[in-house]
Every structure is written in C-alpha cells, then in structure tokens.
C-alpha cells in the first residue's frame, strides 16, 4: 500500500474525512458509503394547534461494516450486509412534563433498512427520510405511557446548507482520521401531524438538521462531547461542540459555527467561545451525573446565553450497544436580563458510559 493511499483509507478501507471535500448539493444530502459512520440527524420544537408545545429527536444512523456494497455470490446467504441503520426517537411533553423515546435496529440484508447514495432517501424499519424539497420524516412506534405515538413532518429550507469546519474538515483530534464531514440545514420551517395518546394534532415549528459522515472521529482517550444547536429569534443559529478527554479536558480542535441571518457561517475555534455547566442532573436510570443549565458566551459575535433544559430528565438510557445519552430541548434566554432569546437543544454523551465511533 503506497503512502497516498494509506492517507486516503483507514485500515478496513474506509474513507478518510481528514481530507478536502467539496459539498455540493443536493448530492450530500445522500448517503456516503465510503464512509463508516455517519448520520441525519433531526430535533425540533413543535407547537400543536391546541397550544400545546413539544420537542422531538428524530435521527437516522448508516454504520459500516465494511466499504462499499455487497454484491452476493450463487449460494451465499441473503442475510449478508455491509450496512447497520440504527435510528433514535424521542419526543418531549414540555407542558405535560412527559419525555419518552424508543429506537429501531435495522440491517441492509433483505432491504430492512436502506440509505441510497443517489438522492436523501433512508429508511430504518418503518421509519423513513426523504427529501430535500422538502424534507419529509415519518415514525410511529408505542412510546409506552405517551402510547402509540405517530410523528409526520413536512420540513422547508429556509437557509442554505451551513458547512462547519475548514475546507469541509470538521476536526474531532489530532490523528490522522480524526475528522467529519459536518453541515448543518440550521432554520427548517415545519408542519405535520403528531399523534399523541391517541390524539392527532396538527404541529407547526422549526427544526434543525445536522448530516455528518466519517471514519474515525474519536479516540480512545475520548470520551464523549457536549454538542449545542441555538437558534436565535434574530435569525442567527449557534453551533458548538466540546470534545472530552476521559481525564475531563476538552481537546483542543473542538470548535463551533455562527449562521448569520443570510446564511453566512463564522467558523468559532475554541478560544472564541466559552461553555459553563450552571447545574447538575443525576440520572435515576443509569446513575450518570449530566450538566444541566449552561452559560454561553461568544463575545466577538455579542452572544452572552443562559440555556434551560424545558425537563431536566430527557435521558434515552440503555439504547443498542448499551449507549445511554441525554438529548434535550432548552429554552435561550439572554443571559443579563433574562430576556427570551430562542430556543435549542443540547446532546450529552459520554457520561453514562464511554463512546466509540
């Protein structure tokens, strides 16, 4: 193997993210093969018509077994695949006070999921995402007390694709590997129908994608991150994500994005933004001990946040592999006169138990 392509491929010969890439759209809104992880993931904050609000997780998940696709021999077993599509569900009752979630495990063998190469089409069991004009995302699965909850969205651009990083890297570390391919679609006006203990309403809201494709993104020495989509009533969104060390540092290239009102993106690194826990949540389930509340702070762009989980237990424990997490919605306020500034949601993984990707 010359050193070229030692450079390009990991060791099972997966693409290498750490590399130059040029999105171009809609193409990356497909899946990317080459690649042994990615993601398309949806949350959101909905308002039913009966003025009930909700936050939802929908997220779709392509793990690699290997590259590419298989292409069966005579008499080898249909059962074969190179594909996993894990997919994560999750709905939050902000006025019930209620949070439920399930998942779906789907294998490429015998078409029981699928995430085509050619256009934004995904599928995990029943469960589908297609689009991008627009966007449109379906699940219905018993949610156990919430009961047999339905989930149809109908989702509408209204920025374009918000590409993190640097020439198309988003840098996780400094290997070789330790890199994304990361954009977001950061304003995303919604409609549908959610059905809720045995009630349909019609929702309207705005959502936020994050599409997100690598190889090797985490070492060993890291833990988890802290990840965190605002979106801001004056047209502006903030990214950020926190990469940690199991010794509790935070790697270095963790980094962040500003989305302006024209979709122009200010790329953050990590001296140019400030993150502080303002409280703790110990989880009943898996005894994990998550932040809760957070302080925000990117001084050049005049952003000063307090961010305030709707509950505080929005924890999805125990999922496939035993990965527990905690996703939640949280309400933005500005962070000296308490002002309602917008609304987010913030991921926390890692604390539960180490990830691997």
């Known amino acids: 193997m010359n050193r070229a392509h030692a450079l390009a491929t990991t060791a099972l010969g997966f693409a290498n993210a750490n590399l130059p890439w040029r999105f171009a759209f809609p193409r ?19 308002r039913a018509s009966d003025g009930r609000r909700f936050g939802y997780e929908l997220t779709f998940f392509r793990i690699g077994l290997r590259p590419g696709e298989v292409v069966l021999r005579p008499g080898e077993s249909r059962w074969r695949g190179n594909q996993l599509y894990p997919a994560h569900f999750a709905l939050t009752d902000v006025d019930g006070r209620a949070f439920a979630f399930t998942e779906r495990f789907a294998r490429d063998a015998l078409g029981a999921g699928s995430a085509s190469t050619r256009r934004l089409d995904v599928r995990a069991d029943t469960w589908t995402l297609t689009g991008p004009a627009p966007f ?86 890291q833990r988890g991150w802290d990840w965190f989509s605002i ?101 933005v306020r500005d962070a000296v006169s308490a002002r309602a500034l917008g609304t987010g949601y913030v991921e926390l993984t890692g604390y539960a138990r180490a990830v691997s990707l």
């Not at 497909?30 to 949350?43: N, Q």
């Not at 019609?202 to 190889?215: A, C, P, Q, T």
């Open 28 to 46: 990356d809104h497909a899946a990317h093969d080459a690649f042994a992880s990615e993601w398309w993931y949806y949350t959101g904050h909905l």
């Open 136 to 221: 449109r995302l379906h699940a219905a699965a018993d949610l156990g007390g919430a009961g047999n909850v339905r989930l149809d969205l109908v989702e509408t651009a209204e920025k374009p694709p918000a590409v993190h990083g640097h020439d198309g890297i988003s840098k996780k570390g400094a290997c070789a590997f330790c890199a994304s391919h990361y954009y977001s679609m950061t304003r995303l006006w919604t409609s549908g129908t959610l059905v809720y203990r045995g009630v349909p309403l019609r929702v309207r809201g705005l959502s936020w994608m994050d599409h997100e494709f690598g190889s090797a993104e985490l070492q060993p020495d």
């Open 231 to 331: 979106q801001l009533d004056d047209g502006r969104e903030l990214m950020l994500y926190l990469l940690r060390r199991t010794d509790g540092s935070i790697v270095p290239e963790s980094s962040g994005s500003v989305v302006e009102r024209s979709g122009r993106v200010t790329y953050l690194p990590r001296a140019a933004f400030a993150v502080t826990a303002t409280g703790t949540w110990t989880s009943p389930r898996t005894g994990a001990a998550y932040p809760s509340g957070w302080r925000v702070r990117v001084p050049a762009a005049g952003i000063d946040l307090v961010l305030a989980p709707v509950l505080a237990d929005q924890e999805l424990a125990d999922l496939t592999g035993g990965v527990s997490y905690w996703e939640g919605a949280v309400d």
